[in-house]
């Protein structure tokens, strides 16, 4: 029988991926790696006009093409049903209308058919001579927003416009941050197939529970016959959280045909048809005494949306929270433009509102001629003031002040353009951070085997962050079984139904089911540990003993003094002990006693040389309080990642559309700039590490998303700092800075 080769074995600190080895070997099988004997290629025909309706489809030579099996639309796809509305965190598809469902086109690139083929060439060349006609309306897909209808208030308190109409100091701006594409390296794609009964259905899903409940419903099909897996994503950004139209298309090809049908969403499909962050524009008014408190904040924020789906962005989602002030309202409003729906980016909401509003921070505090950090220290909140409870564990007022020790804050001089090095104009800004820290409902086996090992499961999944990792070392440090025997299992609705990898959230979601699942699982140990006349630990009572290091040992004796729990199995010829948890959820409770956020600040330095208007972001600092810290190793790589992600935000990242044909025009990774390597600044990243146990026993809130939200906000108030030039529309450009102003564009 295996034993630790050391004990008591290693357990706790940072751990490198466990499934880093399958993936830099390529062992690791991706969505669109799934083959199939007797699989077909599935390739959409997108339509080539922004709005407007199908007149006629002409299939007739692209089905006489060499492999094509079929060519689908609206009139022999077979029936798809709308899922009904979303409750919480279940039926949720942000493009609600169904593939095909009429002949109406709303956005460039819509799929209008869907040609399937043997090979992937055949039904790419047999798509290409998929005729369709059109009637051609006018399409809009303006960027500058107008309120179309009442705006909804999303938080209010005193009276904010009385108090800024009298307020001694005021600031009024606006906002805009442009439409971004999660362009995640790994492609969209579905692998369905039917077996006359039930779908098994590969996909590049953040949430496999949602996926098979949405696509049961548009299949029509009882929930229990669709399995959805998720093995392994190249990340999603949020992008992969819900249904699209492929999904459905590929499934009911597959079963139309009775064969596993693949479809890859194509690099330029990816900026038409999976979402997208919304444009947003936001008004941001603060009123504040000479000495800098705030008397009222007003945030009214639009986004586009498409014509069918509301999606809201939630720019309001920090703001009723973030700083004191007796007067605050915060209104959001849609407008519907001809595109694709949008969809939730990392951070949403939060990102883009609180660049305006840290924004907004910075140039008060420049109005005032008071220092950013202090500015924010006199308007520290005691509280959560927008729903009026306490926060469950705030420390913005360190992050800020260890984050201004790291970067050298202290040597600032607030001058514009004060500050040299090199031959280079350097510029400092700050920037507060914050995001939403929730716990979704969740449940997980654990199993205690006879070989020694453990097992851990369910079906929540690893965008890359690391889930696998941090389940195996909660594991571990529970049980006191190295991380190397223990397989956690995911990506799958054969298993018991786990968190979306979403919010940011799965971690601490996780936390309260597995941890429930190992103390039931070792109960059934030390149950057999005691039981029977020659038990190990016969005449003992189960209260006697405890579970130590992988150990069973009495509670008053040492660990060492033990036996292996898989002694105690081998023993009671049983393979496994099994335990189920459940963790209950926190999102939207109206019970709930605490406000739950994770808090950060952000430094960054820019370099400026204004001969060649070359603008560089050389070093950021972060600093970030999002409770306990569990592998400290990939979530520093979570927040750098945001970071780079930050940079890009502020200095790259913006989907055009081309104003005569509607088109999202740099739809490919040479044209959509992202951040690159040599993009990417120094990165300083520290982590508080003070437990939340409101939302978990190990006071985890989880990461990923904090790391993005306020870098650009930071960016643009060192930008101004350097050059003078206050960006209020991402991303800066060149432009702006041999310019005054840049204005909003109409
Ligand atoms: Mo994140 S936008 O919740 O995947």
Same mark, same amino acid.
């Given at each position: 029988?295996?034993?630790?080769?050391?004990?008591?074995? @290693? *357990?706790?600190?940072?751990?490198?991926?466990?499934?880093?080895?399958?993936?830099?070997?390529?062992?690791?099988?991706?969505?669109?790696?799934?083959?199939?004997?007797?699989?077909?290629?599935?390739?959409?025909?997108?339509?080539?006009?922004?709005?407007?309706? =199908?007149?006629?489809?002409?299939?007739?030579?692209?089905?006489?093409?060499?492999?094509?099996?079929?060519?689908?639309?609206?009139?022999?796809?077979?029936?798809?049903?709308?899922?009904?509305?979303?409750? #919480?965190?279940?039926?949720?598809?942000?493009?609600?209308?169904?593939?095909?469902?009429?002949? *109406?086109?709303?956005?460039?690139? /819509?799929?209008?058919?869907?040609?399937?083929?043997?090979?992937?060439?055949?039904?790419?060349?047999?798509?290409?001579?998929?005729?369709?006609?059109? !009637?051609?309306?006018?399409?809009?897909?303006? %960027?500058?927003?107008?309120?179309?209808?009442?705006?909804?208030?999303?938080?209010?308190?005193?009276?904010?416009?009385?108090?800024?109409?009298?307020?001694?100091? @005021?600031?009024?701006?606006?906002?805009?941050? &442009?439409?971004?594409?999660?362009?995640?390296?790994?492609?969209?794609?579905?692998?369905?197939?039917?077996?006359?009964?039930?779908? *098994?259905?590969?996909?590049?899903?953040?949430?496999?529970?949602?996926?098979?409940?949405?696509?049961?419903?548009?299949?029509?099909?009882?929930?229990?016959?669709?399995?959805?897996?998720?093995?392994?994503?190249?990340?999603?950004?949020?992008?992969?959280?819900?249904?699209?139209?492929?999904?459905?298309?590929?499934? /009911?090809?597959?079963?139309?045909?009775?064969?596993?049908?693949?479809?890859?969403?194509?690099?330029?499909?990816?900026?038409?048809?999976?979402?997208?962050?919304?444009?947003?524009?936001?008004?941001?008014?603060?009123?504040?005494?000479?000495?800098?408190?705030?008397?009222?904040?007003?945030?009214?924020?639009? !986004?586009?949306?498409?014509?069918?789906?509301?999606?809201?962005?939630?720019?309001?989602?920090?703001?009723?929270?973030?700083?004191?002030?007796?007067?605050?309202?915060?209104?959001? +409003?849609?407008?519907?433009?001809?595109?694709?729906?949008?969809?939730?980016?990392?951070?949403?909401?939060?990102?883009?509102?609180?660049?305006?509003?840290?924004?907004?921070?910075?140039?008060?505090? $420049?109005?005032?001629?008071?220092?950013?950090?202090?500015?924010?220290?006199?308007?520290?909140? /005691?509280?959560?003031?927008?729903?009026?409870?306490?926060?469950?564990?705030?420390?913005?007022?360190?992050?800020?002040?260890?984050?201004?020790?790291?970067?050298?804050?202290? /040597?600032?001089?607030?001058? =514009?353009?004060?500050?040299?090095?090199? +031959?280079?104009?350097?510029?400092?800004?700050?920037?507060?951070? %914050?995001?939403?820290?929730?716990?979704?409902?969740?449940?997980?086996?654990?199993?205690?085997?006879?070989?020694?090992?453990?097992?851990?499961?369910?079906?929540?999944?690893?965008?890359?962050?690391?889930?696998?990792?941090?389940?195996?070392?909660?594991?571990?440090?529970?049980?006191?079984?190295?991380?190397?025997?223990?397989?956690?299992?995911?990506?799958?609705?054969?298993?018991?139904?786990?968190?979306?990898? #979403?919010?940011?959230?799965?971690?601490?979601?996780?936390?309260?089911?597995?941890?429930?699942?190992?103390?039931?699982?070792?109960?059934?140990?030390?149950?057999?540990?005691?039981?029977?006349?020659?038990?190990?630990?016969?005449?003992?009572?189960?209260?006697?003993?405890?579970?130590?290091?992988?150990?069973?040992?009495?509670?008053? @004796?040492? &660990?060492?003094?033990?036996?292996?729990?898989?002694? =105690?199995?081998? @023993?009671?010829?049983?393979?496994?002990?099994?335990?189920?948890?459940?963790?209950?959820?926190?999102?939207?409770? &109206?019970?709930?006693?605490?406000?739950?956020?994770?808090?950060?600040?952000?430094?960054?330095?820019?370099?400026?040389?204004?001969?060649?208007?070359?603008?560089?972001?050389?070093?950021?600092?972060?600093?970030?309080?999002?409770?306990?810290?569990?592998?400290?190793?990939?979530?520093?790589?979570?927040?750098?990642?945001?970071?780079?992600?930050?940079?890009?935000?502020?200095?790259?990242?913006?989907?055009?559309?081309?104003?005569?044909?509607?088109?999202?025009?740099? !739809?490919?990774?040479?044209?959509?700039?992202?951040?690159? !390597?040599?993009?990417?600044?120094?990165?300083?990243?520290? $982590?508080?590490?003070? &437990?939340?146990?409101?939302?978990?026993?190990?006071?985890?809130?989880?990461?990923?998303?904090?790391?993005?939200? +306020?870098?650009?906000?930071?960016?643009?108030?060192?930008?101004?700092?350097?050059?003078?030039?206050?960006?209020?529309?991402?991303?800066?450009?060149?432009?702006?800075?041999?310019?005054?102003?840049?204005?909003?564009?109409?």
């Amino acid at each position: 029988m295996a034993t630790a080769s050391t004990f008591p074995p @290693k *357990t706790t600190g940072s751990l490198p991926r466990v499934d880093g080895p399958l993936k830099v070997t390529g062992g690791a099988k991706y969505t669109s790696d799934y083959n199939f004997p007797g699989m077909l290629y599935a390739v959409p025909v997108c339509a080539t006009i922004a709005k407007g309706s =199908i007149t006629a489809i002409d299939t007739s030579r692209a089905e006489s093409m060499p492999g094509v099996k079929a060519v689908y639309h609206r009139q022999n796809i077979g029936k798809i049903y709308r899922a009904a509305p979303a409750s #919480g965190f279940s039926s949720i598809i942000d493009e609600r209308r169904p593939p095909f469902e009429d002949d *109406t086109i709303r956005y460039y690139g /819509q799929y209008v058919a869907a040609v399937v083929a043997v090979t992937y060439e055949q039904a790419i060349a047999a798509a290409s001579a998929v005729k369709v006609r059109y !009637n051609i309306e006018k399409h809009d897909v303006r %960027s500058h927003l107008d309120p179309e209808e009442k705006p909804k208030v999303d938080s209010t308190r005193g009276n904010p416009d009385e108090a800024f109409a009298s307020a001694a100091v @005021k600031i009024d701006s606006t906002y805009v941050t &442009p439409v971004e594409t999660h362009n995640p390296i790994e492609l969209h794609a579905s692998v369905a197939s039917w077996d006359g009964q039930s779908f *098994t259905l590969y996909e590049t899903t953040q949430a496999v529970v949602n996926h098979r409940s949405v696509m049961a419903q548009m299949l029509g099909v009882p929930e229990e016959n669709v399995r959805v897996i998720s093995r392994f994503l190249g990340s999603g950004f949020g992008g992969k959280l819900w249904p699209w139209p492929h999904c459905m298309i590929a499934a /009911q090809a597959s079963r139309n045909l009775g064969r596993p049908v693949k479809l890859v969403v194509t690099r330029d499909m990816m900026f038409q048809n999976v979402g997208h962050r919304p444009l947003t524009q936001q008004r941001v008014r603060l009123g504040a005494t000479p000495d800098g408190k705030l008397v009222s904040l007003m945030h009214d924020s639009l !986004n586009h949306t498409s014509i069918l789906d509301d999606y809201s962005e939630g720019c309001s989602e920090a703001t009723a929270y973030s700083y004191s002030t007796p007067n605050l309202r915060a209104t959001s +409003g849609l407008v519907r433009r001809n595109v694709g729906t949008p969809t939730s980016m990392r951070g949403p909401g939060a990102v883009p509102g609180l660049f305006a509003l840290e924004s907004a921070m910075d140039e008060l505090a $420049f109005k005032l001629n008071i220092d950013p950090i202090e500015l924010r220290l006199k308007n520290e909140p /005691q509280k959560d003031e927008g729903i009026n409870l306490p926060f469950s564990s705030r420390h913005f007022v360190e992050c800020l002040k260890v984050g201004a020790e790291k970067f050298g804050w202290s /040597q600032r001089n607030p001058k =514009i353009g004060s500050m040299k090095r090199d +031959g280079l104009t350097i510029g400092w800004g700050v920037a507060g951070a %914050s995001w939403i820290a929730e716990r979704m409902e969740s449940e997980a086996t654990v199993e205690l085997l006879s070989d020694g090992t453990a097992r851990v499961s369910s079906a929540t999944q690893d965008i890359g962050t690391g889930t696998y990792t941090v389940l195996a070392l909660i594991v571990s440090e529970k049980t006191g079984i190295p991380t190397d025997r223990i397989e956690p299992i995911l990506g799958d609705t054969a298993l018991p139904a786990g968190a979306i990898s #979403g919010g940011s959230w799965a971690t601490a979601s996780l936390i309260p089911a597995v941890t429930e699942a190992i103390e039931k699982a070792q109960k059934v140990v030390l149950g057999l540990a005691t039981t029977g006349s020659d038990a190990v630990f016969a005449n003992q009572k189960e209260d006697a003993l405890a579970f130590t290091a992988g150990r069973v040992h009495l509670k008053e @004796k040492a &660990p060492e003094t033990g036996v292996p729990f898989a002694e =105690i199995l081998t @023993k009671s010829n049983i393979r496994a002990a099994s335990g189920q948890g459940k963790s209950t959820g926190t999102f939207g409770d &109206p019970n709930r006693k605490f406000s739950t956020h994770s808090f950060g600040a952000q430094f960054a330095e820019v370099t400026w040389e204004p001969e060649t208007a070359r603008l560089r972001v050389s070093r950021v600092v972060t600093v970030i309080d999002a409770g306990r810290i569990i592998n400290p190793k990939p979530a520093r790589n979570q927040i750098e990642g945001a970071v780079v992600m930050g940079v890009g935000m502020a200095l790259f990242e913006e989907t055009n559309y081309d104003a005569r044909f509607g088109a999202p025009i740099n !739809n490919n990774l040479a044209d959509y700039m992202l951040t690159t !390597n040599a993009d990417a600044p120094t990165i300083d990243v520290t $982590f508080l590490d003070y &437990p939340d146990t409101v939302l978990n026993s190990l006071g985890a809130r989880g990461v990923g998303e904090i790391g993005l939200a +306020g870098i650009a906000a930071a960016i643009t108030s060192a930008v101004h700092h350097a050059t003078g030039v206050r960006v209020r529309e991402l991303p800066i450009r060149i432009e702006d800075l041999l310019q005054p102003v840049r204005q909003v564009t109409t």
